[in-house]
């Protein structure tokens, strides 16, 4: 049993973290803190993804050294996969987005309700309607 | 030739005018409305032309930079995308006209940041209706979703609340269609969409795939605001600007359906998603409680746009019970719906936003004081004619599609899906009726013999122009689309359908 968590402890890792960002999105109430889990949630899948694509056993990225001048044919078990990263690199760019517009997000509610608990807002809102 | 050019120009075109919107508004807020105006026709008139090749020329295949399909990106156009595109960039431009006046009252410091996203909604929508590669639409989907998420901030009261939620929920959406593709990507080391199709079949009994299509089906559940995962719909739509609503209701969930048959019938293979593992049944009986909540909660409600966001989860509930009845009457009603829905919901999100331009208010209970059928008579037959087609009354288009979808029931053998259709249709009329009541008839008035009740003059206060142009538009395509819908069918639906069916 050991072993097998072990052996693909990269999963668990991002099964656990991935895990803990979705409690606080549904089960905290406030903002920041729902904010910060969708971060984890967010990161959790960027290290899936580059997790995939990493190998054990000295490989690297694919540039064929020294092959000016000399041609060696390339071996692929000596490098990474580096697709999964390049495709992380725009999801990144995604995340901090979608931080920053929620961020912006929590600055207006802030300033509308002086309040970030969500429950307290829903209560302003309850008595603004009457 | 600039036709051969333009699946790219759809894109490429929109996003360009998105960025120079927001540096020209800086200094001079007037032309940014002619800019996106401008912008989204090119979409329009691209759309028709790629429209115009795929029924002359059949499938569409454009590489981006002329990288060879696995490796780059592709752009796929076929019956069915480009069915969805001519949609999309129609109501993008119908609902950016409209949006001129409402805009200059709702927020008029804004204009400029309004247009540029505006414009980029439009474009990753088209984008993501185009796109042949499947990390290609997650990057699509996001800029969707982050365009959605700060127009429907700039709403009213309570809006940056619901739109934070909708940030939440729609992360969730999201990284789950991103994990799916993950999963995929690690069994087959490939990100195309037709490459996956063919990789897969070999694969169909592995677990990671079966997660992978869980993870898509969650994911693109959530961005369509299919039954269990709509929380966050109603609220979000509600309060959002008028133009922003008529837009997002029309088209976003339509987009979503999209991928959902994408994802069914193009990634994976009919084979797959109907017999191997029951996923349109699951779907159908969903379906069927989404258009049974969605109806009955539409009937408790006393805000407009509220009622109409939990019709459109209904709608949904119809587009996704189409699909899951995996056979060619059910899917042309689906795909058939998608175009008369989105052509529906934008025309009565628009007429909620012409009432709210006038009265500031967009409550059911206050239509009849408001003497709304004097004061906006044409605002108000739009309404009667978009709801009537809800309904599913002829000649106008909801009719066909509902037609279409009650055969495909009957074909799969779904009686209770012929039942359910036919209940929420008289739901929804009731919802509809309700409305329509509350606007045209006068309770009865104590009849006084002797004083005469003098009636005062009710002034004609109609929405501008502007507003009522682009209504009268999808009214006329309500009309019109319902008695063409036999030619669609045959010169379009039919070759959308997947052609195992």
């Known amino acids: 049993m050991i072993e097998y968590i072990i052996a693909k402890y990269n999963y668990w890792i991002y099964i656990v973290l991935m895990m803990i960002g979705f409690y606080a999105m ?105 | 030739m600039i036709s051969d050019q333009f699946p790219a120009l ?65 752009y796929v156009v076929d019956h ?22 409402d805009i200059e009252k709702e927020m008029p410091q804004k204009i400029p940041q309004f247009y540029s996203v505006y414009t980029l909604l439009v474009m990753g929508l088209l984008g993501m209706t185009i796109t042949g590669d499947a990390f290609n639409l997650y990057v699509l989907l996001e800029i969707v979703s982050l365009a959605s998420y700060a127009l429907i901030a700039m709403g009213e009261d309570g809006a940056p609340l619901a739109s934070f939620n909708y940030v939440i929920m729609g992360t969730i959406g999201a990284c789950f269609y991103l994990l799916g593709v993950g999963y995929l990507y690690i069994v087959t080391g490939s990100l195309n969409m037709a490459d996956l199709s063919e990789l897969l079949p070999k694969l169909y009994h592995s677990k990671a795939v079966l997660v992978a299509f869980a993870f898509f089906l969650i994911g693109i559940g959530i961005k369509m605001a299919f039954f269990p995962l709509h929380v966050w719909l109603p609220d979000a739509y509600t309060h959002a600007p008028s133009s922003v609503s008529a837009f ?19 990634i994976f293979r009919p084979y797959f998603s109907i017999e191997l593992i029951p996923a349109t049944t699951v779907l159908g009986w969903t379906a069927v409680a989404a258009m049974m909540y969605g109806c009955v909660l539409a009937i408790a409600q006393h805000d407009l746009k509220r009622m109409l966001c939990y019709i459109l989860i209904a709608e949904v ?15 042309t009603g689906a795909i058939l719906h998608i175009m008369n829905d989105a052509l529906m919901m934008a025309c009565l999100f628009s007429v909620a936003g012409a009432i709210m331009y006038k009265f500031g208010n967009r ?22 004619i978009t709801a009537l087609s809800v309904v599913g009354i002829p000649p106008t288009c909801g009719f066909f599609s509902k ?62 122009m502007s507003m009522l142009i682009p209504m009268y538009i999808m009214v006329g395509g309500i009309l019109i689309l319902g008695i063409l819908s036999g030619q669609i069918i045959s010169t379009v639906i039919q070759f959308a359908v997947p052609a195992s069916f």
């Open chain 2, 248 to 266: 997002v209701a029309g088209t976003m969930t339509k987009v979503g359906a999209y991928v959902l048959m994408r994802v069914l019938f193009t």
């Open chain 1, 26 to 130: 549904i089960g905290k109430t406030n903002l920041v803190k729902k904010l910060l889990g969708m971060n984890v949630f967010q990161w959790a899948i960027i290290l899936f993804y580059v997790s995939t694509g990493s190998k054990k056993g000295g490989a690297t990225i694919p540039i064929v050294m020294g092959a000016h001048g000399h041609y060696e044919p390339a071996q692929a078990i000596q490098f990474l996969n580096p697709l999964p990263h390049c495709l992380m690199l725009t999801a990144i760019v995604v995340g901090v987005s979608t931080t920053g517009v929620a961020l912006a997000l929590v600055i207006m509610i802030y300033r509308r309700y002086h309040t970030l608990e969500e429950d307290e807002i829903l209560e302003l809102l309850e008595t603004s309607r009457k």
């Open chain 2, 80 to 101: 069915l995308n480009a069915f969805l595109l001519v949609i999309v960039s129609f109501i993008g431009l119908l609902v950016g006209i409209y949006s001129k006046r």
């Open chain 2, 317 to 331: 509930g119809y587009i996704v019970l189409g699909i899951s009845m995996a056979n060619r009457m059910g899917l």
């Open chain 2, 363 to 384: 409550d059911i209970t206050n239509f009849r004081q408001q003497q709304l059928n004097k004061k906006m008579p044409f605002t108000m037959a739009a309404f009667t």
């Open chain 2, 403 to 464: 037609w279409y979808l009650i055969i495909g029931a009957i074909d799969a053998r779904q009686w209770v899906f012929a039942i359910a259709l036919i209940l929420s249709s008289l739901l929804s009329a009731v919802v509809f009726f309700k409305v329509i009541e509350k606007i045209y008839f006068k309770p009865r008035e104590p009849v006084h013999p002797h004083n005469e009740v003098t009636h005062e003059e009710v002034v004609m206060d109609e929405a501008p």
């Open chain 2, 10 to 74: 759809i894109i490429v075109f929109p996003l360009i005018i998105a960025f120079w919107i927001n540096i020209v508004g800086w200094w001079w807020k007037k032309p940014c409305f002619y800019m996106s105006v401008s912008a989204l026709t090119v979409s329009f008139i691209s759309s028709i032309g790629i429209l115009n090749t795929v029924i002359t020329n059949g499938t569409i295949h454009y590489r981006l930079g002329g990288w060879e399909p696995p490796w780059g990106i592709e």
